[in-house]
């Protein structure tokens, strides 16, 4: 007589198992954008543990970033004696890539992260260098970036989860004091654009 009956416990349960959905649906978004600044923050932090690194121990240390291997790969390796000091794994659902509506530069315009590149090459260092790899660069001593010739060696590198925009980010690197950059995605008046972060 004091207790619950059949028809009150089926509607909590009811009310509790929609509650739990609509919480689970919400956090699915915030999970996604976690794993795209996971993967991001592993980027940032491999190339700064690098230059670090190099300034520290007077040493060149290089940065290797993988998208043709899945799950996409981060690797810091002394040069000198060819040891991997660490290695990143990004989430399974983010990549270094880029997307079809990226900013692109244009002739007088650029609108890829500090004028780098053309928007369309997810890991592109050697700008405006021949015969240097695309996606290795190397921090020497001086915190200097460079690439396998000792070129001075600027560039940029896109993460991103497939088709969403709002989740890309991008990083530059500026070759001659090894300065990172980040960027974020952003949209105005219903054009994409890189925002400074």
Known sequence: M???????MMVTMTVFIIASGLVFIGGQVELKEARVSEAYNFTLGAMRQARDSAVAQRQTFFVTLNNNVLPNTISITQASTGNVVNSFTLPIDVFYQTLPQFPTSQVGFPQTPDGFGTGVVPIDFDQG???GVKNVIYFQPDGSAQDVNGNINNGVVYVARTGDYYSSRALTVWGATGRLRGWRMDQQAGAYYWRYQ
């Open 129 to 131: 260098i021949a015969g």
């Open 2 to 8: 004091r207790g619950f009956s059949l028809v009150e």
